[in-house]
């Protein structure tokens, strides 16, 4: 089995690949080589004793997604793209990395052709909805993005729902809740916050809360992510039908309680770091989003995320802090 | 006023171009110019006292857009389009005329910058709709195209909202109906023999019908179809809101109401020409199409349609048949 990760640099594609690595394999078959794309160098996973091809390559590039299929993966995670933030900000870049290049990746799969299908896990957002919403958001609402960047993956969805339906792969595109408690330094996602009121607090430091705490949002955590997809990549054709993109389940809390939870496990002076100062344009995105979903059919299929904020939070310590906090 | 047509030779082109020139102006403004463009010569309109360009131009070719928009038309009809069957069966020539053509006029009408900000009337279809649907389609179900026309029509709806959003343009998306009964030759749309089965009979000529007749589809005429690329136009951005592609309103009736209709209108000789002949393909494709939807929001902002498939038949005959039809 060989498998793609395109973005293997990034958060979520480095906790893949280390679990894919784990596991030793993927979908009940042995993982005996590795191709990692993302535009900076991405590291060669430990303890992994196939082979691995780690490429900087940028997809909407000519030819850098037919040069990532050369050796035809079996199975592809297609994690690359602009975050939300930046595609706002950026309106070329956004619609050439996260349009483009997702297009190119699927027209190269498509003219692989020789009964090439791989196996296509796309992670789409929550974003893809726009408000004004009903109190849940049912799987067949419809999708009336309030982004660049919602609108772009509801473009790729659209595309890959298309080319599943044609037969020139097997896709299945998630949308992921907000990933939290993403670890490292703040990257340039709207929903960046939501973390860094969790992660700075814990390891000492001040975190600026943009936003109301009445705000309400839906989460799960970068292990539940990975969970995500490996979940995806195992679904059959049968199992998914043509309605191939997924709203996945997560915790829909409030900041207050996201506040609330970290008081209770690391206490009133970790809490005490958080700092208020509204930020209009993260105001106007994040008031675009959804603030719970009715993921029925991933339940269904057996995708599951958290419980409740602390189990979130406890994942975070857990997985990133060695289980152990700022005093 | 300048007003631009894309698609201007096909039906629709060819009659919105009339009744402009008919009207003699577009939201209470005198139109003093008419850029037509289509991949074929569009006729000069008669009787029309200002300026024609009309060019043949392939929108999605390099510069075309660009060209088209050289003397910034206040309001431009986007009709310009490959039908469905012909995007079903020519994979890279859907994507090519309706995605990627679509892509460069608003990119187009985006670099162009410096304060322009055109009214875009874009043409959608109900085929962004994909089955298993609910009795009733409602203005917030779920877009899920089972038809790479309907994945080109959809992305086009997302990128003119998004495009909207940012600014570059005020756009409005119509979800037309099956337009019946359409003049003149059959073309390649699987929803051909709609009209077919109306048209040729009251011509003297056979017909063929290629599904079953308890299928349910939603009619307008070509009338209403103008009428409501007329109505769109006038649309404010206010009464849009972010949500500007609409539903279109039409008749919903099956096939046998129609045969019905017909044979009230022009007798039992008239409604013997139909053939009965299965086709697969159109079978497929019909089958995935919504069957009757909820227009609320288009009805609350004006757009009509007719009342009972007898009246888009009488129209037929008064605007094509010039009240006549064969014995």
């Known amino acids: 089995m060989h498998v793609l990760v395109t973005g293997a640099a990034g958060m979520i594609g480095q906790k893949l690949v280390a679990r894919l690595v784990k596991d030793g394999g993927l979908n009940g078959k042995p993982i005996d080589r590795l191709t990692l794309t993302d535009v900076v160098v991405s ?52 619609y050439r990395v996260n349009l483009d290049g997702t297009r190119a990746l699927l027209e ?7 009964g090439y299908r791989p196996k296509l896990v796309f992670t789409s957002s929550i974003a893809v909805f726009g408000a004004p919403f009903p109190e ?10 309030l982004t660049s960047y919602g609108t772009q993956k509801a473009v790729g969805e659209m595309l890959l729902a298309d080319y599943s339906r044609r037969g020139f792969l097997d896709g299945v595109g998630l949308r992921l809740p907000t990933i939290c408690v993403r670890p490292g330094k703040p990257n ?30 839906t989460h799960a955590s970068p292990r539940s992510a990975v969970g995500f997809l490996i979940r995806a990549a195992g679904l059959t054709r049968e199992q998914l039908g043509l309605r191939i993109n997924l709203s996945m389940p997560g915790v829909s809390c ?45 339940l269904a299929l057996g995708f599951r995320a958290e419980e409740n904020f602390e189990e979130i939070i406890r994942i975070h310590i857990e997985d990133e802090l060695e289980g152990g906090i700022a005093a």
Chains 1, 2 share one sequence.
Do not use: N
């Not at 849940?136 to 993005?145: M, N, Q, R, W, Y």
């Open 43 to 94: 590291a060669s996973p430990a303890g992994f004793s196939g082979k691995v091809d780690a490429a900087v390559s940028d997809l909407s590039a000519p030819g850098e997604a037919r040069k990532a299929l050369a050796l035809r993966p079996d199975a592809i995670f297609h994690l690359a793209g602009v975050v939300s933030g930046e595609a706002e900000t950026d309106f070329e870049k956004g």
């Open 108 to 114: 190269a799969i498509r003219k692989t052709g020789d």
């Open 136 to 145: 849940t958001i049912a799987d067949d609402f419809h999708l009336t993005p």
């Open 188 to 217: 340039k996602a709207a929903s960046g916050f939501f973390s860094g009121i969790i992660r700075e607090p814990l390891a000492g430091e001040t975190a600026v809360l943009p936003v109301a705490e009445t705000v309400r949002h």
């Open 254 to 298: 409030t900041v207050a309680e996201q506040i609330a939870a970290l008081r209770r496990l690391a206490g009133e002076k970790t809490a005490s770091r958080i700092r208020r100062e509204a930020d209009p344009l993260v105001e106007r995105i994040v008031s675009g989003w959804p603030e719970r979903f009715d993921a029925r059919r991933a």
